[in-house]
């Protein structure tokens, strides 16, 4: 039976010495690195070339640094053995390329199953932490804001009349403004578009609204 090659990544010894022995008495595992810090962990794989890699999320350097300069087509399956329970640092690392997120508290039996399934291609989120993931993952995203929409009444006219060709005397005219107050509108629409001109501008029109 061929041994599955493991690197294990975390900053407290005795944990880390604790898993080493858990998957090695299985028979299945052989761990073939410790690190205890991400650094190191980046270096040990390039070094070993495991299987399977286990990072801690909170090590000096940081796990989900060392997950993105490990994890890819042609890498180890990595797992995230952590205390953090935050949603935010699940999506970061499956984002990255985790294939496991399971918490400290995992008991050894549990522990080797899921390892042994992510082995197989499977895929593993702590239970506790599925139904956020559920929820992130459901949640509509929200679309970006345009920044046309910011726009009052008054300058999105303005904006849509420079767009359709006149100067500012003859938006001016058209409004029954004072030129020097289009001018005004017209410095308050660049910055809020962060634009540098008015063709930048009248462009940007254009795109959203068509000719004028």
Request: hydrophobic residues 45%; contains cysteine; charged residues 25%.
């Amino acid at each position: 039976m061929t041994l599955c090659r493991v690197v294990i990544a975390d900053d407290h010894p005795l944990f880390r010495d604790g898993v080493a022995r858990t998957l090695e008495e299985t028979g299945r595992y052989r761990v073939c690195g410790r690190a205890g810090s991400g650094r190191e962990a980046v270096a040990l794989v390039a070094a070993e070339a495991p299987d399977l890699v286990i990072l801690d999320l909170s090590m000096p350097d940081g796990g989900l640094w060392a997950l993105e300069r490990i994890a890819g087509d042609a890498g180890p399956v990595v797992a995230m053995l952590t205390v953090s329970e935050d949603s935010e640092a699940v999506f970061a690392a499956l984002e990255a390329g985790a294939r496991g997120y399971l918490l400290k508290g995992v008991g050894a039996a549990e522990l080797v199953a899921v390892l042994d399934g992510l082995m197989e291609g499977q895929s593993h989120v702590a239970p506790s932490l599925a139904a956020k993931v559920l929820t992130r993952m459901r949640a509509p995203r929200r679309a970006e804001a345009d920044p046309l929409d910011s726009l009052t009444p008054r300058e999105e006219e303005i904006l849509r009349l420079v767009a359709g060709g006149l100067s500012n005397k003859e938006v001016a005219r058209r409004l029954d403004l004072q030129e020097r107050t289009v001018k005004h509108h017209m410095t308050q629409i660049l910055q809020k578009l962060q634009l540098r001109n008015r063709t930048e501008a009248a462009l940007a029109a254009q795109r959203r609204w068509g000719d004028g």
